[in-house]
């Protein structure tokens, strides 16, 4: 019983240690900050840290495709997931992206913003901790209540799922770029509903996982993903919408 009872509590500094984290001052003031540290974050220990870099551009001249990057790499191989979203957005998550192997903790993405709003992403690391970046972004705004431009566009149906991509040489990494055909409709367009890429993986050569992300009706349409990846090597990426439509792509 004894080396039951020393066994748990053993287990439990880890997140006791974690508990009395010192989160730190809010970057970019929020009142909706307890909300989403409660609702997407389970109210885990976090601390505000300037390593988790978030660069877009102070104004969105497009709302609807606002580029976005998410860069951890300060944190090294110790992260395992990042969470995005757009507080003040009406759908305010953006993407789950889990590193795998061999992909470095940086993305890039285009979103919808719909009004001015702070930008989050919660990098977890392997013990545990949550590190917030944060940016704040002004818009005109609209860009989540817009018409989708693809719908407008003869045969568009007949592209569905189409990938444009390549990768670029960067030392001993590559970056991959590529573009998905799809409205990624969130919704909020009468008459229209929900109609969005909601997963996405990324394979090496061999069928090893190298990423993996759960996209949200906040990406904008006809989604842009950007990925650092070491070593060489064929990829192949695997989509899915959530009306389970799948689609597949090599990229050399």
């Not at 109210?43 to 580029?67: I, K, N, S, T, Y």
């Not at 759908?91 to 890039?108: C, E, G, H, N, Y």
């Not at 759960?214 to 950007?226: D, I, M, Q, Y």
Request: aromatic share 8%.
């Amino acid at each position: 019983m004894k080396w039951l009872v020393c066994g748990l509590l053993g287990l439990g500094l880890p997140m006791m240690g974690l508990a009395a984290v010192e989160p730190g001052k809010d970057p970019v003031p929020s009142v909706m900050w307890a909300f989403y540290h409660k609702q997407l974050l389970g109210d885990a220990p976090f601390v505000f840290d300037d390593r988790v870099r978030l660069v877009a551009p102070p104004f969105a001249e497009d709302a609807r495709q606002v580029p976005l990057e998410i860069d951890a790499r300060a944190l090294g191989a110790d992260v395992v997931r990042v969470l995005a979203w757009a507080e003040l957005n009406p759908l305010p998550k953006i993407v789950d992206f889990q590193p795998v192997a061999r992909v470095q903790p940086w993305l890039s993405i285009r979103i919808r913003i719909e009004q001015a709003t702070p930008l989050r992403a919660a990098v977890q690391t392997r013990d545990g901790l949550w590190h917030v970046g944060s940016t704040l972004i002004d818009a005109a705004g609209g860009g989540c209540t817009a018409p989708s431009v693809v719908r407008t566009q003869p045969g568009w149906e007949e592209h569905l799922g189409e990938v444009l991509g390549a990768r670029y040489p960067r030392g001993d990494s590559s970056r991959l770029r590529v573009q998905v055909a799809h409205p990624m409709d969130n919704g909020l367009v009468s008459g229209i509903p929900e109609f969005y890429l909601n997963q996405a993986q990324l394979l090496g050569a061999d069928g090893e996982a190298l990423a993996r992300l759960e996209l949200f009706p906040a990406v904008s349409e006809n989604p842009n993903l950007g990925f650092d990846i070491q070593g060489p090597g064929r990829t192949r990426l695997l989509l899915r919408d959530n009306s389970g439509n799948a689609f597949e792509a090599a990229i050399p």
